[in-house]
Structure formats: C-alpha cells, structure tokens
Nanobody
Framework: QLQLVESGGGLVQPGGSLRLSCAAS????????IGWFRQAPGKEREAVSC????????TYADFVKGRFTISTDNAKNMMYLQMHSLKPEDTAIYYC????????????????WGQGTQVTVSS
C-alpha cells in the first residue's frame, strides 16, 4: 500500500521554526521526485519546494527561498521540510507528495499525496 504520512505541524509564533516530516511506505523515495505543497484557506494549492527524481534539481518557491529547506533521508525513507523565520502568511495545510518525475514543481507532476499537516503562524 502506497502511503505518505505528514507530521510536525502545529502553532508557532512569527519568526519561529518547524520541521515537517513525511514518512513514505510502499515505495522508495530515492526513486521518485518529491515535493511539498501548501494550501491556505480560500486559496489554491501552491508548490513550496521539490526535488527531482535523481536529486539533481531542487526548486523553491520565491516566497520561501532562504527560509525553508527540503531534504530526504533515504535510509529512513523520509522527507522533510525545515522551516525558519515563519510568517503569518505561511499558515496553511502542508502536503508532501511523490511522482515519477518533476521539472516544474507543479502539482500535476505528482501522483501520491499525504493527508496534510496544519501549520499555523500566529502570535
């Protein structure tokens, strides 16, 4: 059974940090493109960061460059999103996803999705 399960979301003050985790089962992350996406209330889902299959291309949305870092631990079959300097506008449900290939870091390139984890940035 192919499954992605996110964790690590929560409430954090502006300027704070969180690390989101995504556990994969049923497939090997090292073979796949991986991505993090988010959706805020009333807004469309948007890409946050992606790693192409093979790991040679890492993409960040402009609004997270320098603040967020995507990574994987292939031994654990896990992916992560380290988030620093969080802002209220980062409040959203964050989703991890996998696909057979990604060039544009677009949701259409990804086939399997986690259930999401809520991140709320508020004082």
């Amino acid at each position: 059974q192919l499954q992605l399960v996110e964790s690590g979301g929560g409430l954090v003050q502006p300027g704070g940090s969180l690390r989101l985790s995504c556990a994969a089962s049923g497939f090997i992350l090292d073979d796949l493109a991986i991505g993090w996406f988010r959706q805020a209330p009333g807004k469309e889902r948007e890409a946050v960061s992606c790693i192409s299959n093979g790991g040679d291309r890492i993409t960040y949305a402009d609004f997270v460059k320098g603040r967020f870092t995507i990574s994987t631990d292939n031994a654990k079959n896990m992916m992560y999103l380290q988030m620093h300097s969080l802002k209220p506008e980062d409040t959203a449900i964050y989703y991890c996803a996998t696909g057979w290939g990604s060039y544009y870091c677009s949701a259409e390139e990804f086939d399997h999705w986690g259930q999401g984890t809520q991140v709320t940035v508020s004082s």
